[in-house]
Each structure stands twice: as structure tokens, then as C-alpha cells.
């Protein structure tokens, strides 16, 4: 099999990450409730996991760091916490279906307003126009990172200036960066940074976060046991236990941190992963973008490029391209609407939907030559007629 | 005979900063530990850093260097006798 489905989720995940969750599940116990042995180990775990966190994101500090279930769900406490009734949004039409739901949510239950800033059919941002936005004085600019459809990195330190000299807090859904692309919260000057644990962190599904920088203040989304101050009435409100509810999946933490570990100490950070599994992006689409019948979507020139291509062959549905590709080939990618409406607005492919072929640390060139002649071979053969 | 022991309690706001505190102390040298805090002296937080009271000069200036507020450092006459049930 050849796994290129690594923007929804990476698969092989290294040994010391399988390791960690393993030994965790024999030896933790509660996090944060009680303080025996098996209560340390599982806090101990959790806080180097925090401080794994906020030295590769550039956040504040372990304390600034609170782990969710995913990325979605720290972006619905970001975005339900900042934003209050009445008050305005800016987001882009890149933004995934984590943003603009709960956007909307409020909008249409809590009287707020949102503005949408466009991409172009090349899939880069026009500047002009979200600088327009900005006049209207929005509360807050909730914005990706990176396209989770083309892969497409967007200038957030501008971005984020921009909406801080408009007065506006700014969370930045690093979904598809976190781990695979340089990302430094102090440099980029968000307030809030979302993540996910089990893309290119290499932790386990149902593990993710936010960073939270000094000064910005989230009312809790959800309110319960928190291990401490147990006779007041509401929940704490000190970081990081004010965005954390209820037991910690402490044994998925566990295995985010090992993965962490592995991509500092093995893949060379970041960059490297960047540095690798984008040159495979670029390979593969510089293999496909001759083609005849093969439109490759965004990889504009304004943007900085990840590790993500998307791509369609004639107007074949981008399904049945992606089930050619599982069935006949063993290739595994993404097919459909990737939970990024406005996006395959702008790209005019609502219909057809788009085919994502995502690459990681993992993967190899002989993946990405696999991947190209693939799809040659299923252009040719819908050029004929087949 | 042994006789139960004082300790000092370094009592925190959260766990996480607790977690953080007994990491810094360790860095520096100073032998600590996570211990539950005394639950009459704080009903907040359960997590408290246990130093041995013979320690706490060395660990003052890596507490006052911490970047959140300690509640407070208290010393406690230990009640627990370590060698109770032993008779010989």
C-alpha cells in the first residue's frame, strides 16, 4: 500500500509512539486526580507533553498549552470563548468546516457577524480585500495555516498583524502545519494556535490543542472536573486547566509527546519534514501537471507551497478517480469535498470535488512516481474513452 | 526510635504548574517531589512540591524564579511516625 492520505490523518506511526501508548496504559493513572505514584507518571507525561508543545510550536509555556480531543474541538473553544454575542468575525474561504461551523453557529444563534475574505482560482489570498474586511472591526480572525485541500501556505504573520492594528484577536488553525511546516506562535504573533496530535505530530487520533498566549482570556467552553479547586463553583480559570474538562485522554498525550520527540530528534524538525515531504508534492505535481486531462488546483506563486496536491482528471468525479486509484493501484488518497466548502467554491470544483494526494515524512520518491503514473495511466485511459 | 519528620509544602495554584515546579527544582539539584497537598492547609489545589526542610534555602531562589505565583511555603511537623509497625 502507499499511503497519501497523511493531511487526514498520518498512519504508520513511528514504533516509540506505538511504545509510549502501550507503556502508558499499564502504568498511568488518573491525570491530575490524586497524587500517587500512577497519578505523577500519567501528570509528569502530560506536562512534558505540554512543554514538547509550546517548544515546538514557540508558545508561551507548558501552563499556555491545553490538549482536546483535535484539532476541531480546540478551534470550537477558541472561537465559542472569544467571540461574544453580537460581535464580528473574520475568516477566509480557505478555512475548513472547524472554523466556519462554529462561525456560523454564532452568527445565526448568537447575533454575530462574519465576513469572509476570498480565494482566488489560483488559491492565493487577495490582501486588498481582507485588509477591506478589517474596517468592518472584527472581534476576531479565526484563519488557517495551510489549505487542507491544496496544501497552499498562507502569510499569517501578516495576516496577524493586520488584524492585531485592527484591534482583533487572531487564532490561527494549524491543522495541516503543525509538525510538517515551521510554525512559531511568538513569531507569527497569534493569540491562540490550534493543533491536531495525529497528522504530522505523529500522536494518536483524539489527541490535539491550543496554544494560548499571555493576556488572551478564554471563557471556558466546557465546565467540570478538573482535579483542583473542587469546592468552587465554576470551573478554574488558570491555564491550562480553564480549557480542560474532564479526564485527560492522558495515554494518547503520552504517545503526541513520543511523536514529537521522534520528529525533532529523527526527522529534523519541522523543516525537515517540510523540507521532505514537500519536495515529494513538488515531484508529484511537476510528474502530473503535463498531463493531458489533469488540472492541478492552487500551488500559487503568493503562497508558500506544503505537502499537499490536489488534482482532477477531465471531469471524471473525484471519487471514482480516488476508488481507481485504491482499487487498481493500492494508492491510498482523499477524494470529495475534504470539509472545505467555500474552497471548492473558489476553485469552481463543488461538484466534482477533488482529488488530495497528501505527502509525509514517510514516504518516499518511488511513492510519488508510483502516485504520477497512476494517474497518467488513468488520464490515458479516460482520454480514450475508458 | 525515629521520630515522624517536618516537611515543607510548596503549595501551587494548578497541578500543571506543580508538575512544572518539582521539574525546575530537580534541573537545579534540589531533591523534590510531588506530593498531595496537605488538604487543611489548601482545598484548591491537591498538588503540592514536598521539600525536605533542609533544602528549601537551595530551592528559594528556583521557587522565587518560577514564572506564576506560589501560594505559600509552609513547614509541617510530620504525624506519621516512619517507623510505625516495626518492633524490632
Known amino acids: 500500500m502507499i499511503y497519501l492520505d497523511n493531511a487526514a490523518t498520518t498512519m504508520m506511526k513511528p514504533e516509540c509512539v506505538v511504545r509510549a501508548v502501550a507503556d502508558a496504559m499499564t502504568s498511568f493513572g488518573g491525570v491530575g486526580r490524586g497524587v500517587h505514584l500512577a497519578s505523577i507518571a500519567a501528570g509528569m507525561a502530560v506536562y512534558r507533553a505540554r512543554a514538547a508543545v509550546a517548544n515546538l510550536l514557540g508558545a508561551p509555556g507548558a501552563s499556555s498549552v491545553a490538549f482536546t480531543n483535535n484539532a476541531t474541538m480546540a478551534l470550537n473553544i477558541a472561537i465559542d470563548g472569544l467571540l461574544a454575542p453580537g460581535q464580528r468575525a473574520l475568516t477566509t474561504a480557505a478555512s475548513h468546516n472547524s472554523v466556519l461551523r462554529p462561525l456560523f453557529r454564532l452568527r445565526d444563534t448568537a447575533d454575530c457577524s462574519v465576513d469572509i475574505a476570498p480565494i482566488a482560482a489560483d488559491g492565493s489570498l487577495d490582501f486588498e480585500v481582507y485588509a477591506e474586511l478589517l474596517k468592518h472591526k472584527p472581534a476576531l480572525v479565526a484563519v488557517t495555516h495551510a489549505s487542507n485541500l491544496t496544501g497552499d501556505v498562507y502569510d499569517v504573520a501578516r495576516m496577524c498583524a493586520m488584524a492585531h492594528e485592527a484591534g482583533a484577536k487572531f487564532v490561527l488553525d494549524a491543522a495541516q502545519t503543525a509538525g510538517s511546516y515551521p510554525l512559531n506562535m511568538a513569531e507569527i504573533g497569534a493569540d491562540v494556535v490550534c493543533f491536531t496530535g495525529h497528522k504530522s505530530l505523529l500522536g494518536p487520533q483524539g489527541t490535539g490543542g491550543l496554544c494560548v498566549a499571555c493576556g488572551t482570556e478564554i471563557a471556558p467552553l466546557l465546565e467540570g472536573g478538573s482535579g483542583t479547586h473542587s469546592y468552587d463553583e465554576r470551573h478554574p480559570l488558570f491555564m491550562p486547566e480553564r480549557l480542560e474538562a474532564g479526564t485527560l485522554n492522558a495515554h494518547g498525550v503520552a504517545g503526541l509527546a513520543a511523536g514529537i520527540g521522534y520528529i525533532e530528534g529523527t526527522l529534523g524538525g519541522p523543516s525537515g519534514v517540510h523540507e521532505h515531504a514537500g519536495a515529494l508534492a513538488q515531484h508529484f505535481a511537476d510528474a502530473v501537471s503535463g498531463v493531458s486531462g489533469v488540472k492541478v488546483y492552487g500551488r500559487s506563486d503568493a503562497c508558500d507551497r506544503g505537502s499537499i496536491v490536489a488534482l482532477n482528471i477531465a471531469d471524471v468525479d473525484s471519487a471514482e478517480v480516488a476508488d481507481r486509484l485504491a482499487s487498481d493501484y493500492d494508492i491510498c488518497v482523499r477524494a470529495g469535498a475534504h470539509c472545505a466548502p467555500l474552497m471548492h467554491k473558489a476553485l469552481g470544483t463543488q461538484s466534482q470535488g477533488a482529488v488530495r494526494f497528501s505527502f509525509a515524512a514517510a514516504n518516499t520518491v518511488a511513492d510519488a512516481d508510483a502516485a504520477a503514473k497512476a494517474v497518467r495511466e488513468i488520464a490515458h485511459a479516460v482520454g480514450q474513452g475508458c | ?88
Open chain 2, 1 to 88: 526510635m525515629l521520630q515522624a519528620k517536618d516537611a515543607c509544602y510548596v503549595l501551587v495554584r494548578t497541578s500543571t504548574e506543580g508538575f512544572d515546579l518539582y521539574q525546575r527544582l530537580v534541573d537545579a539539584g534540589v531533591p523534590a517531589r510531588v506530593a498531595p497537598a496537605p488538604h487543611g492547609m489548601q482545598a484548591c489545589c491537591g498538588t503540592s512540591v514536598l521539600l525536605d526542610p533542609e533544602v528549601v534555602d537551595a530551592a528559594r531562589p528556583v521557587i522565587e524564579a518560577a514564572p506564576y505565583p506560589i501560594e505559600r511555603i509552609v513547614r509541617v511537623a510530620g504525624a506519621i511516625n516512619p517507623a510505625r509497625d516495626t518492633y524490632c
